[in-house]
């Protein structure tokens, strides 16, 4: 039994879901389906959640916006048309949409979160009906009816326990079960949307809840590939990799999903797999909770820029107990969040995303270091990038580091930091964020 | 104008003293001598500071122990009648031997700081006298009179910044000042021993008070090696190193001496020559403020065994702010020190020296970790070693960090650890303990 989630660009249009329809009919172990909203299109188009949210930014403003409602309704419209459907379904969601705008007068939150669940339950309502033109038993399942119950956090709402049990009675139903993806309901019933992205959420809830043997994952590119392809021309397809080097991947430009959403299937071991809509005969990528055979030891090079460093030396740093923990408390403090913090013996070394110390509170922050903790030198330096090695039993082959460092060396590239503990299945460096496709290419050359 | 420090060893009998005063007599500008009580003679002898604290000992625990005092009488006796100095010297040390002894019996923390600092005074006495009959005119100077003044923290004084100023004074003395290292004054009068090893201590002091051109510290080693010479056999001697570079290296396995004792010199700029008394005509190590000249980038090879890495992990580990610094609470709350602590993205290694966590405190660290920071995992692995590669200036040298990981590889050895943060002058290497040597020869190989 599989649980198959299809994402924004898989339902676009009328022509996606027809190949949605054919990946479903395909095979019959594909028993619970969740959707997003309608995506883009082309690249110059809007995301029907985005136009939801605009829509209830114009109720909340009190301004009448004629063409973004109907421009909303045409998206759904014209599917509807191109489908063959009943009109009757275009009534609904139309009658569900007037409903949550009316909502957001009264209360913004909860407003919000039913507009915004409007468009994953367009596509799911829409879908269950393709099926049976398409002569499939399907049933459109709401959240609620599926057991989906989460805490009361309009926006970013968090799935409850109990779910899972309620989850698991899906496998006894008939048919086809399309699930809209994005929200859930409170034990109040009230309907709560999750994080943005959170058709993954429901997508991973549902395979752990129902226990399949497989949660499948619809999307745009044909696999995860082994570096980002932005900066090496087409770079070898990843065909599996651990749930951990998949986390330590999407930390550093991997963003193929929500690499957080995963965690349910994780826990119950339940292995992901990564497809194209547009190309479904491929092998995709597998994520699985066990080390894959695989030559050579790594995995894949994630990268990313935007970090800043920020530096403090003391003589005699080492000596004083407490040191490291009072920087961490003062960053803490300052609602600063660090990535690493490599140390010297009488200097330390915090990387920080540059968003999280802007530049207004740069100089709060140095007044604090310098003033409680008395240290020498305090610099700050922007412009970093961090380059991730990512490889399972990596750190137990002999050779990755010297391979590495040496594709750094042959890139003419210094490396400002390095960093790797025992254990962990990355080595991380930092570099200049000019250098960082020189090195990331040398890298790629070298282990792929 | 030099102020000159020599170690035990350089005045363990007379003819070490001989020696050490014909250094004196070869260079008028050695204006004050700041020496330690008599070291070992031989690899069997016992320090005469360790036979104080056994006698200091004896005395606490009310044990009439003649065989110890014996054995200090004659440690001086011996080397006074050997340079035929006048027998009322060894008087004079006896009767503060005596009255030390008499104070343990009243106030333990005062009379051993008193009777600790026989030693250094009895031959700071003999070596002013035996100057004398050598035509120089040379001066017993007490740290009361020098105006040494410290803190009132038995066996680990401070020295306090009004000593500086005093200390500046003795330039105007007429001939050549011996000065008694390991001991000062409070305010209240009272005699004080620095932390064990404070002649050196003393020696930095006066240097900076004195604001001399040149600080000699003579041991019994030639120089300082690049690489451990239980290692590497017959290894490069450095003939220059930066302070911060003797400070990482101090950190592992350089032992030449007390390193935060340096201090004082650093903070006034005052070049440090390491020479050795049994070959005054040798060129020693210098140890400086700036970079000096130097082939390569790398300066020496630190290494030192004795570390565990205490490791942890947790799903989710980087987006919850705060982690890393409560994991060093933890610590810090059980008084145990770290050294490093690498990071990736959902755990966490923290290196720590073996006796900072013993076996009995294991338990209790590593329950309070698992159930205030619920994590999914934590190990502790002992037998680690830490390798350290130093060097001004390294870190903007590209190839480095490909020299020394390829030396690793060849040497293949796995590498468990690497913390390198930017401008830093090391880059560390943690591996297990019985890789040391192999690893230490091949990087000393591959850099030398």
Do not use: W
């Amino acid at each position: 039994m599989k649980v198959v989630k299809f994402g924004g660009s898989s339902v676009a249009d009328a022509n996606q879901l027809k190949k949605v329809t054919e990946i479903i009919r395909a095979d019959r172990e594909r028993k619970a389906i969740v959707v997003s909203a309608p995506g883009k299109r082309h690249a110059k188009d809007t995301k029907t959640t985005d136009l939801l949210i605009t829509l209830g930014e114009s109720v909340q403003a009190h301004v009448q916006n004629q063409a973004i409602y109907d421009q909303v309704i045409e998206r759904f419209g014209s599917i509807i048309r191109e489908l063959e459907l009943d009109q009757s379904i275009l009534e609904k969601i139309k009658n569900r949409i007037d409903e949550a705008s009316d909502l957001v007068k009264t209360d913004v939150n909860r407003g919000m979160d039913a507009l915004k669940s409007c468009g994953e339950d367009g596509t799911a309502l829409i879908l269950s009906a393709y099926l049976q033109t398409r002569e499939l038993e399907s049933y459109y399942v709401n959240p609620k009816e599926a057991g989906i119950f989460v805490s009361d956090q309009p926006g970013g709402a968090l799935v409850l326990d109990e779910s899972f049990e309620h989850l698991y009675k899906l496998r006894e139903r008939e048919g086809v079960l399309v699930i809209p993806g994005f929200f859930g309901y409170t034990l109040d019933d009230e309907l709560v949307t999750f994080s943005r992205g959170g058709s993954d959420i429901t997508g991973s809830i549902v395979a752990a809840g129902m226990k399949v043997d497989l949660y499948e994952n619809f999307t745009d590119v044909d696999s995860v590939f082994c570096v980002n392809p932005m900066i090496v021309e087409n770079p070898q397809q990843l065909k599996t990799l651990t749930y951990r080097e998949m986390r330590e991947l999407s930390y550093a430009g991997f963003s193929v999903f929500h690499d957080e959403a995963l965690i349910p299937a994780f826990k119950e071991k339940i292995p992901v797999c990564i497809k194209n809509t547009n190309n479904p005969s491929g092998d995709g990528t597998m994520i699985v909770a066990d080390l894959p055979e695989r030559e050579g030891h790594v995995a894949g090079i994630a990268s990313d820029s935007g970090f800043l460093n920020l530096y403090v030396s003391k003589y005699l740093m080492n000596r004083e107990v407490g040191f490291g923990r009072k920087l961490l408390q003062i960053l803490e403090e300052e609602e600063i969040s660090f990535e690493h913090a490599p140390s010297g013996i009488d200097d330390m070394s915090v990387i920080i995303r540059d968003h999280q110390l802007p530049a207004e509170k740069e100089e709060v922050v140095k007044d604090r270091i310098q003033n409680e903790l008395q240290v020498d030198m305090i610099t700050i330096e922007r412009n970093m990038a961090m380059i991730m090695i990512v490889g399972e039993g990596m750190n137990e082959a002999i050779g990755v580091a010297s391979k590495a460092t040496t594709a750094f060396r042959d890139a003419d590239v210094n490396i400002d930091m390095i960093n790797q503990g025992s254990s962990e299945v990355s080595m991380m460096f930092g570099i200049k964020s000019d250098d960082l496709n020189e090195a990331v290419r040398s890298l790629y050359k070298a282990f792929f």
